[in-house]
């Protein structure tokens, strides 16, 4: 499985913008990345995936390198609910199996 | 808007002993799915499910671990004997097919005496 390193923890003030980087230089080009949170004690949520093209729904933006060995999800107006895990994942084509690294900590100051 | 429900939300059993814990997938689902995330650790995959055949499993699915579909609601993972290192929050997901988000349960917090 294709690896992902990501910051332990980032912070950022609440109703700014947050990007949370995400490196996978070994990525094949069959593998989507995936972003998915887990809120305290809640379990994880999808939030956002691509392939090659950036991508935005109403939670996100994924921005995706050109050689797509690297990738950043956008949290346009961080707010105190958006304090969690965020977790990149790549997931082969092949596979419908998640593989969760140890994620970014995201705090939300206030 | 639909959600996946799982049951008991705790379950404390001794070891050796067998549980199954349970979950009810959105109701148009076709790809189910179990992982489990021990207190303080990563979330760990264990097993894809998809036309009343496992897809995929992970190391950690051994003997010891079973899948079901008894009906068509429900969606149940068995663990025969139960160890202390069983002790962990399991989470149930299901998507619509298997390449769409998956969407994930609340969890059974397991705890093995």
């Known amino acids: 499985d294709a690896k992902t390193t990501q910051p332990n923890s980032m912070e950022s003030n609440e109703e700014e913008p947050v990007h949370l980087p995400c490196n996978h230089s070994?990525?094949?080009?069959?593998?989507?990345i995936h972003w998915y949170r887990q809120l305290p004690s809640q379990g994880p949520e999808y939030v956002i995936h691509?392939?090659?093209s950036n991508v935005n729904n109403r939670m996100a933006s994924l921005a995706i390198a050109e050689d797509r060995k690297s990738s950043t999800l956008i949290l346009h107006r961080a707010t105190l609910r958006d304090a969690a895990v965020y977790y990149c994942?790549?997931?082969?084509?092949?596979?419908?199996?998640?593989?969760f690294g140890s994620g970014t900590r995201l705090l939300v100051r206030p | 808007e639909p959600e996946v429900t799982q049951t008991p939300s705790h379950q404390v059993t001794q070891m050796g002993q067998e549980v199954i814990l349970r979950c009810v997938p959105i109701s148009n689902h076709l790809y189910f799915y179990w992982y489990r995330q021990i207190l303080g650790q990563k979330v760990e995959f264990l097993v894809s499910?998809?036309?009343?055949?496992?897809?995929?499993k992970s190391e950690i699915f051994d003997d010891q671990f079973s899948v079901e579909r008894p009906d068509g609601s429900n969606f149940t993972l068995k663990i025969r004997s139960t160890k202390l290192e069983d002790s962990a929050m399991y989470f149930c997901?299901?998507?619509?097919?298997?390449?769409?988000?998956?969407?994930f349960g609340p969890g059974t917090r397991l705890t093995v005496l």
């Open positions: 994942i790549l997931r082969h084509d092949s596979s419908y199996k998640l593989i």
């Open positions: 499910f998809y036309n009343n055949e496992i897809s995929e």
């Open positions: 997901a299901s998507s619509e097919l298997g390449y769409n988000e998956q969407f």
């Open positions: 070994t990525i094949s080009g069959t593998d989507y």
């Open positions: 691509g392939l090659t």
